[in-house]
Protein backbone atom coordinates (compact mmCIF):
# COMPACT_ATOMS: atom_id res chain seq x y z
CA UNK A 1 0.00 0.00 0.00
CA UNK A 2 1.36 3.67 -1.41
CA UNK A 3 0.26 7.01 -0.17
CA UNK A 4 0.33 9.56 -3.56
CA UNK A 5 -0.98 12.67 -4.75
CA UNK A 6 -2.33 12.54 -7.68
CA UNK A 7 -4.97 15.10 -10.10
CA UNK A 8 -8.16 15.33 -8.95
CA UNK A 9 -9.46 14.08 -12.59
CA UNK A 10 -7.30 10.76 -12.21
CA UNK A 11 -9.06 10.19 -8.15
CA UNK A 12 -11.97 8.16 -9.63
CA UNK A 13 -12.42 4.77 -8.22
CA UNK A 14 -8.73 5.49 -5.53
CA UNK A 15 -9.57 5.36 -1.89
CA UNK A 16 -8.82 8.59 -0.22
CA UNK A 17 -6.23 8.44 2.45
CA UNK A 18 -7.64 11.14 4.24
CA UNK A 19 -10.94 13.21 4.87
CA UNK A 20 -11.62 16.53 3.39
CA UNK A 21 -13.39 18.63 4.98
CA UNK A 22 -14.87 22.21 3.34
CA UNK A 23 -13.53 25.90 4.65
CA UNK A 24 -16.01 25.84 7.57
CA UNK A 25 -14.99 22.69 8.60
CA UNK A 26 -17.67 20.23 7.77
CA UNK A 27 -16.23 16.96 6.31
CA UNK A 28 -17.07 16.51 2.89
CA UNK A 29 -15.44 12.59 2.20
CA UNK A 30 -14.31 10.67 4.84
CA UNK A 31 -10.72 8.62 4.71
CA UNK A 32 -11.01 5.34 2.92
CA UNK A 33 -13.89 6.91 1.18
CA UNK A 34 -14.04 4.99 -2.68
CA UNK A 35 -13.73 7.65 -5.20
CA UNK A 36 -16.66 8.01 -7.56
CA UNK A 37 -17.14 9.88 -11.07
CA UNK A 38 -19.62 12.36 -8.82
CA UNK A 39 -17.47 12.43 -6.26
CA UNK A 40 -14.51 13.93 -8.59
CA UNK A 41 -17.09 16.69 -9.90
CA UNK A 42 -18.12 17.76 -6.14
CA UNK A 43 -14.23 17.90 -5.65
CA UNK A 44 -13.57 19.96 -8.11
CA UNK A 45 -16.73 22.92 -7.52
CA UNK A 46 -14.56 22.77 -4.36
CA UNK A 47 -11.65 23.84 -6.20
CA UNK A 48 -9.49 20.85 -5.41
CA UNK A 49 -6.46 20.55 -8.00
CA UNK A 50 -5.06 17.29 -6.57
CA UNK A 51 -6.02 14.28 -3.72
CA UNK A 52 -4.20 12.33 -1.57
CA UNK A 53 -5.23 8.76 -2.08
CA UNK A 54 -4.36 4.81 -1.36
CA UNK A 55 -2.43 3.02 -4.10
CA UNK A 56 -3.08 -0.73 -3.54
CA UNK A 57 0.23 -2.84 -4.16
CA UNK A 58 0.40 -6.58 -5.45
CA UNK A 59 -1.59 -9.11 -3.63
CA UNK A 60 -3.46 -6.46 -1.24
CA UNK A 61 -7.39 -5.64 -1.50
CA UNK A 62 -9.19 -2.92 -0.33
CA UNK A 63 -10.39 -2.76 3.24
CA UNK A 64 -14.17 -2.70 1.95
CA UNK A 65 -13.54 -5.79 -0.19
CA UNK A 66 -11.70 -7.66 2.76
CA UNK A 67 -14.92 -7.35 5.21
CA UNK A 68 -17.93 -8.29 3.37
CA UNK A 69 -16.45 -12.38 2.74
CA UNK A 70 -15.52 -12.32 6.02
CA UNK A 71 -18.93 -11.10 7.47
CA UNK A 72 -20.41 -13.90 5.06
CA UNK A 73 -18.07 -16.78 5.56
CA UNK A 74 -18.69 -16.35 9.66
CA UNK A 75 -22.12 -16.35 10.27
CA UNK A 76 -24.84 -18.06 9.47
CA UNK A 77 -29.20 -17.90 10.49
CA UNK A 78 -31.76 -15.25 9.87
CA UNK A 79 -28.82 -12.33 9.16
CA UNK A 80 -28.23 -10.38 6.22
CA UNK A 81 -24.56 -8.59 6.02
CA UNK A 82 -24.40 -4.65 5.04
CA UNK A 83 -20.94 -2.71 4.09
CA UNK A 84 -20.30 0.44 6.01
CA UNK A 85 -18.45 3.37 5.26
CA UNK A 86 -14.38 2.87 6.93
CA UNK A 87 -13.94 -1.34 5.95
CA UNK A 88 -17.23 -2.02 7.60
CA UNK A 89 -19.60 -4.76 7.36
CA UNK A 90 -22.78 -4.97 9.82
CA UNK A 91 -24.22 -8.16 10.40
CA UNK A 92 -28.39 -7.45 11.17
CA UNK A 93 -30.86 -10.28 11.90
CA UNK A 94 -33.75 -10.37 9.59
CA UNK A 95 -36.35 -11.56 12.73
CA UNK A 96 -36.49 -12.33 16.06
CA UNK A 97 -33.26 -14.18 16.92
CA UNK A 98 -31.53 -16.04 19.70
CA UNK A 99 -27.54 -14.86 19.13
CA UNK A 100 -24.81 -18.09 19.98
CA UNK A 101 -21.29 -17.08 19.66
CA UNK A 102 -18.55 -19.47 19.63
CA UNK A 103 -16.33 -17.29 21.68
CA UNK A 104 -13.09 -19.86 21.38
CA UNK A 105 -13.16 -18.97 17.49
CA UNK A 106 -13.88 -15.23 17.79
CA UNK A 107 -10.99 -14.55 19.87
CA UNK A 108 -9.33 -16.81 17.45
CA UNK A 109 -10.11 -14.53 14.98
CA UNK A 110 -8.93 -11.62 16.63
CA UNK A 111 -6.18 -12.73 17.71
CA UNK A 112 -4.91 -13.31 13.63
CA UNK A 113 -5.81 -10.55 11.94
CA UNK A 114 -6.18 -8.93 9.31
CA UNK A 115 -9.94 -7.61 10.29
CA UNK A 116 -11.30 -7.76 14.00
CA UNK A 117 -15.28 -8.81 14.87
CA UNK A 118 -17.43 -7.68 17.43
CA UNK A 119 -20.60 -9.40 18.40
CA UNK A 120 -23.60 -9.50 20.99
CA UNK A 121 -23.41 -11.81 23.68
CA UNK A 122 -23.28 -15.25 23.60
CA UNK A 123 -27.55 -16.07 23.92
CA UNK A 124 -28.46 -12.16 23.75
CA UNK A 125 -32.38 -11.58 21.97
CA UNK A 126 -31.81 -9.61 19.61
CA UNK A 127 -35.37 -8.66 17.56
CA UNK A 128 -35.78 -8.56 13.92
CA UNK A 129 -33.38 -5.53 12.36
CA UNK A 130 -30.85 -5.43 15.27
CA UNK A 131 -27.41 -5.40 14.72
CA UNK A 132 -25.43 -8.82 16.10
CA UNK A 133 -21.64 -8.07 14.85
CA UNK A 134 -19.18 -5.61 13.04
CA UNK A 135 -16.37 -6.59 11.21
CA UNK A 136 -14.00 -3.75 10.45
CA UNK A 137 -10.79 -4.13 8.83
CA UNK A 138 -7.48 -2.68 9.38
CA UNK A 139 -7.15 0.82 7.14
CA UNK A 140 -7.12 0.84 3.37
CA UNK A 141 -5.79 -2.24 2.02
CA UNK A 142 -5.41 -6.12 3.36
CA UNK A 143 -2.78 -8.68 2.66
CA UNK A 144 -4.63 -11.80 0.01
CA UNK A 145 -3.08 -13.99 1.72
CA UNK A 146 -3.61 -13.09 5.41
CA UNK A 147 -7.46 -12.82 3.97
CA UNK A 148 -7.89 -16.13 3.05
CA UNK A 149 -6.10 -17.59 5.54
CA UNK A 150 -8.55 -16.12 7.69
CA UNK A 151 -11.30 -17.42 5.35
CA UNK A 152 -10.30 -20.67 5.57
CA UNK A 153 -10.13 -20.92 9.30
CA UNK A 154 -13.64 -19.62 9.08
CA UNK A 155 -14.59 -22.59 6.95
CA UNK A 156 -13.15 -25.16 8.66
CA UNK A 157 -13.98 -24.18 12.26
CA UNK A 158 -17.29 -21.86 11.94
CA UNK A 159 -19.74 -20.32 12.08
CA UNK A 160 -18.53 -18.13 14.73
CA UNK A 161 -21.77 -16.96 15.12
CA UNK A 162 -25.42 -18.34 14.30
CA UNK A 163 -28.65 -15.83 14.70
CA UNK A 164 -31.26 -18.42 15.77
CA UNK A 165 -34.82 -17.77 14.95
CA UNK A 166 -37.50 -17.26 17.88
CA UNK A 167 -40.32 -18.28 15.79
CA UNK A 168 -43.73 -19.06 17.58
CA UNK A 169 -42.31 -20.57 20.83
CA UNK A 170 -45.27 -21.87 23.46
CA UNK A 171 -44.39 -21.38 26.87
CA UNK A 172 -45.59 -23.45 29.83
CA UNK A 173 -46.09 -22.56 33.24
CA UNK A 174 -46.83 -24.67 36.37
CA UNK A 175 -47.13 -22.97 39.55
CA UNK A 176 -46.61 -24.81 42.73
CA UNK A 177 -46.85 -24.07 46.60
CA UNK A 178 -46.83 -26.51 49.24
CA UNK A 179 -50.04 -25.33 50.67
CA UNK A 180 -52.70 -23.83 47.96
CA UNK A 181 -52.24 -24.52 44.60
CA UNK A 182 -53.32 -21.31 43.27
CA UNK A 183 -50.89 -19.53 45.64
CA UNK A 184 -48.39 -18.97 43.48
CA UNK A 185 -50.09 -17.93 40.39
CA UNK A 186 -51.91 -15.23 42.58
CA UNK A 187 -48.40 -13.68 43.97
CA UNK A 188 -46.37 -14.26 40.85
CA UNK A 189 -48.38 -14.09 37.40
CA UNK A 190 -47.81 -10.11 36.85
CA UNK A 191 -43.88 -10.89 37.28
CA UNK A 192 -44.11 -13.78 35.19
CA UNK A 193 -46.10 -12.11 32.67
CA UNK A 194 -43.11 -8.85 32.56
CA UNK A 195 -40.62 -11.26 32.18
CA UNK A 196 -42.08 -13.48 29.51
CA UNK A 197 -43.10 -9.78 27.76
CA UNK A 198 -39.43 -9.14 26.81
CA UNK A 199 -39.96 -11.21 24.37
CA UNK A 200 -42.85 -10.93 23.01
CA UNK A 201 -44.71 -13.76 24.34
CA UNK A 202 -47.48 -14.76 27.07
CA UNK A 203 -47.78 -18.01 28.38
CA UNK A 204 -49.41 -20.53 26.27
CA UNK A 205 -50.17 -22.70 28.60
CA UNK A 206 -50.89 -22.37 32.61
CA UNK A 207 -51.59 -25.18 35.14
CA UNK A 208 -51.41 -24.81 39.27
CA UNK A 209 -50.53 -27.53 41.70
CA UNK A 210 -50.04 -28.50 45.47
CA UNK A 211 -46.19 -29.11 45.43
CA UNK A 212 -46.39 -32.40 46.15
CA UNK A 213 -44.24 -35.19 43.82
CA UNK A 214 -47.42 -36.98 42.50
CA UNK A 215 -49.24 -33.43 41.59
CA UNK A 216 -46.67 -31.91 40.70
CA UNK A 217 -45.20 -35.09 38.10
CA UNK A 218 -49.28 -35.06 37.17
CA UNK A 219 -49.67 -31.17 36.00
CA UNK A 220 -46.14 -31.63 34.17
CA UNK A 221 -47.49 -34.44 31.98
CA UNK A 222 -50.50 -33.03 31.27
CA UNK A 223 -48.21 -29.79 29.97
CA UNK A 224 -45.73 -32.70 28.14
CA UNK A 225 -48.93 -33.44 26.23
CA UNK A 226 -49.41 -30.07 24.69
CA UNK A 227 -45.43 -30.31 23.18
CA UNK A 228 -44.63 -26.59 24.47
CA UNK A 229 -41.55 -25.04 23.73
CA UNK A 230 -40.31 -24.66 27.22
CA UNK A 231 -41.87 -25.76 30.78
CA UNK A 232 -41.25 -23.33 33.57
CA UNK A 233 -41.84 -24.13 37.15
CA UNK A 234 -42.83 -21.65 39.21
CA UNK A 235 -42.82 -22.38 42.77
CA UNK A 236 -43.25 -20.30 46.39
CA UNK A 237 -40.09 -22.33 47.21
CA UNK A 238 -36.80 -22.25 45.71
CA UNK A 239 -35.19 -25.32 44.33
CA UNK A 240 -32.86 -27.26 46.83
CA UNK A 241 -32.34 -29.64 43.94
CA UNK A 242 -32.68 -32.78 41.87
CA UNK A 243 -33.59 -34.80 44.98
CA UNK A 244 -36.46 -31.81 46.47
CA UNK A 245 -40.17 -32.37 45.84
CA UNK A 246 -39.72 -30.98 42.20
CA UNK A 247 -36.68 -32.80 41.26
CA UNK A 248 -38.48 -36.18 41.91
CA UNK A 249 -41.62 -35.28 39.76
CA UNK A 250 -39.32 -34.00 36.81
CA UNK A 251 -37.31 -37.22 36.77
CA UNK A 252 -41.03 -39.25 37.05
CA UNK A 253 -42.32 -37.79 34.18
CA UNK A 254 -38.87 -38.70 32.19
CA UNK A 255 -36.69 -35.28 32.47
CA UNK A 256 -32.86 -35.50 32.51
CA UNK A 257 -31.42 -33.45 34.82
CA UNK A 258 -28.83 -31.08 32.96
CA UNK A 259 -27.67 -29.14 35.62
CA UNK A 260 -28.09 -28.10 38.92
CA UNK A 261 -26.37 -25.03 40.28
CA UNK A 262 -25.81 -21.69 38.03
CA UNK A 263 -22.85 -19.35 38.53
CA UNK A 264 -25.22 -16.51 38.21
CA UNK A 265 -26.58 -14.20 40.80
CA UNK A 266 -29.46 -13.44 41.34
CA UNK A 267 -30.36 -17.40 40.03
CA UNK A 268 -28.11 -19.95 42.07
CA UNK A 269 -30.89 -22.44 42.59
CA UNK A 270 -31.26 -23.42 38.91
CA UNK A 271 -32.69 -26.42 37.87
CA UNK A 272 -32.90 -27.72 34.47
CA UNK A 273 -33.45 -30.90 33.05
CA UNK A 274 -35.08 -31.81 29.40
CA UNK A 275 -38.51 -33.83 29.35
CA UNK A 276 -37.09 -35.62 25.25
CA UNK A 277 -36.50 -32.36 23.86
CA UNK A 278 -38.74 -29.88 25.88
CA UNK A 279 -36.63 -27.81 28.85
CA UNK A 280 -38.07 -28.07 32.26
CA UNK A 281 -36.86 -25.32 34.64
CA UNK A 282 -37.37 -25.16 37.92
CA UNK A 283 -37.06 -21.64 38.46
CA UNK A 284 -35.04 -19.92 41.52
CA UNK A 285 -36.57 -17.81 44.02
CA UNK A 286 -35.22 -14.54 42.03
CA UNK A 287 -38.04 -15.22 39.25
CA UNK A 288 -40.75 -13.44 41.69
CA UNK A 289 -38.85 -10.37 40.95
CA UNK A 290 -38.78 -8.44 37.91
CA UNK A 291 -34.78 -7.75 38.33
CA UNK A 292 -32.79 -9.54 35.71
CA UNK A 293 -31.34 -13.00 37.05
CA UNK A 294 -30.82 -16.62 35.41
CA UNK A 295 -34.10 -17.59 33.87
CA UNK A 296 -33.66 -14.24 31.65
CA UNK A 297 -30.25 -15.36 30.66
CA UNK A 298 -31.38 -18.68 29.55
CA UNK A 299 -35.04 -17.72 27.52
CA UNK A 300 -33.46 -17.00 24.80
CA UNK A 301 -31.68 -20.00 23.48
CA UNK A 302 -34.28 -22.30 24.84
CA UNK A 303 -37.20 -20.12 23.06
CA UNK A 304 -34.62 -20.78 19.97
CA UNK A 305 -35.07 -24.32 20.36
CA UNK A 306 -31.60 -25.10 21.15
CA UNK A 307 -30.28 -27.37 23.60
CA UNK A 308 -28.68 -25.63 26.29
CA UNK A 309 -26.16 -27.60 28.24
CA UNK A 310 -25.03 -28.18 31.92
CA UNK A 311 -21.58 -26.63 30.40
CA UNK A 312 -22.56 -23.90 29.00
CA UNK A 313 -24.22 -22.89 32.12
CA UNK A 314 -21.30 -23.90 34.35
CA UNK A 315 -19.54 -21.41 31.83
CA UNK A 316 -21.71 -18.50 32.60
CA UNK A 317 -19.60 -17.20 35.74
CA UNK A 318 -17.62 -14.98 33.78
CA UNK A 319 -19.90 -12.02 33.64
CA UNK A 320 -22.18 -14.11 36.14
CA UNK A 321 -23.10 -10.89 38.47
CA UNK A 322 -25.86 -9.30 37.38
CA UNK A 323 -26.66 -7.12 40.14
Not at 98 to 117: H, I, M, Q, R, T
Not at 160 to 185: F, M
Request: proline share 8%; charged share 20%; glycine share 10%.
Amino acid sequence: MRAQTIPIDEAAGRLLCCPIFRPGGKRLLAKGHLIRPEDVELLATEGLNQVWVTLLDEGEISEDDAVLPVGVAMACGSLEVRPAPGGRANLFTTEDCCVLVDDSLLKEVNCAGPVVVATAPNFAYVPAGGRVATVKSAPFAVQQEQLASLLGLLESQGPLLQARPVKEPAVAVLYTDPLQSERGRQLFEAVMRQRLGRFGLNPRFVLTAIEEEEQVAKGLAHLLRANPTIILIASTTAPAGPEDVVGRAMARVGCQIERFLAPVEPGNLLLLGYAGEVPVISAPGCYRSARTNIVDLLLPPLLARYRVSGWEIACMGHGGLLS
